[in-house]
Structures are given as structure tokens and as C-alpha cells.
């Protein structure tokens, strides 16, 4: 089992940037798939950005792509999502997400991870 905690949220500016990070508590870290998925108000959980257990893969959603980057140091427990140019329609809650794999494959779908963080604010104003 692991328990991951999100930080790094905050309010910036239109154009901005900010890094989040999710820290991960238990044994094992990299054998766990990791993404990073938000939360606007009045609407669904979407997906953001997913990285591979050893991070040699990365999937984004298509309006991210260009501008967010998704990594991961095993050796601190770590996954960090580096938000760049940001847009007001960026604010979310952003959540962390984890699920243990035998693969090396990125997933991108709320259904397929087991383990959540509390999520953290992010709002960008214009």
C-alpha cells in the first residue's frame, strides 16, 4: 500500500508556472505507475499526465501537452508535475494517483489507479 501526499499548488497568474509535487509513503515506490489527473469545479475528474514506473514513458492529455511535464525520482519517492504557460481553465484541484505494476506501461484512466492523494489547489488567475 502507499499514501501519497500532493504539495506545490498555489494561485499564479495567467502565463505562470508552478511544480507539483507527490510524495509517497511505503515501500516499493517504483513499481507503481504514477499520474497526476485534476478536478474543475462542476466537473469530472480528468486526466493530466501519467509516467511509467521506471519514467522512461509519459502520456499527457492533449491540453496539456507542450506546456506540463510529468517526472519521477525513485530514489526520494517523488513524482513532480512541472506546469508551464498556464491558462486560467488550468485551475483544478490536481491529484496524484498511484497503481502497482508489473509492466512498464504509462496509464491514463481514473479506473485503473488504486491510490489517491488529498489533491492540492491550483488557480491561475487572468
Known amino acids: 500500500q502507499v499514501q501519497l501526499v500532493e504539495s506545490g499548488g498555489g494561485l499564479v497568474q495567467a502565463g505562470g508556472s508552478l511544480r507539483l509535487s507527490c510524495a509517497a509513503s511505503?515501500?516499493?515506490?517504483?513499481?507503481?505507475?504514477m499520474g497526476w489527473f485534476r478536478q474543475a469545479p462542476g466537473k469530472e475528474r480528468e486526466f493530466v499526465a501519467g509516467i511509467s514506473r521506471s519514467g522512461g514513458s509519459t502520456a499527457y492529455a492533449d491540453s496539456v501537452k507542450g506546456r506540463f511535464t510529468i517526472s519521477r525520482d525513485n530514489a526520494k519517492n517523488t513524482v513532480y508535475l512541472q506546469m508551464n504557460s498556464l491558462k486560467p481553465e488550468d485551475t483544478a484541484v490536481y491529484y496524484c494517483?498511484?497503481?502497482?505494476?508489473?509492466?512498464?506501461?504509462?496509464?491514463?484512466?481514473?479506473?485503473?489507479?488504486?491510490?489517491w492523494g488529498q489533491g492540492t489547489q491550483v488557480t491561475v488567475s487572468s
Open positions: 511505503g515501500r516499493a515506490f517504483s513499481w507503481y505507475a
Open positions: 494517483a498511484a497503481v502497482w505494476m508489473n509492466t512498464v506501461l504509462v496509464r491514463t484512466q481514473e479506473s485503473e489507479y488504486d491510490y
